[in-house]
């Protein structure tokens, strides 16, 4: 899927859309420096335990998640963001239905 037209307003609560029982996302922007995706969780669901090389971004857009690293949850809702660490395991799973932006910086 192309990434987001630039020098253009962007409602990112539109781009992307839930499906039931589904983890839905969209590519913003992507460069060799980093990238920027945004997702629809749907209410229970989740991404299991996984790391990542590069510390992630997660800022809740619409609803309410649970975001574990190292095995410690943090319940984070609309407004809030957490850095997931690189190295460290973690994990997302929808509270109630929520849309995030994610932001990973590869340098």
């Known amino acids: 899927m192309p990434t987001a037209p630039k020098s253009q307003i962007l409602h990112m609560l539109e781009m992307v859309s839930y499906q039931d029982a589904a983890v839905v996302s969209r590519q913003i922007t992507k460069t060799e420096a980093g990238n920027v995706t945004l997702f629809a969780f749907d209410k229970d669901q989740g ?15 619409e609803g309410e998640a649970q975001v574990t690293i190292s095995g410690k949850p943090f319940d984070i809702k609309i407004g809030d963001a957490i850095i997931m660490p690189a190295n460290e395991p973690h994990a997302l799973k929808a509270i109630q239905r929520f849309k995030m932006l994610l932001t990973m910086i590869r340098a």
């Open 47 to 61: 991404l299991s335990e996984h790391t990542a090389p590069f510390d992630a971004l997660v800022q809740i857009l």
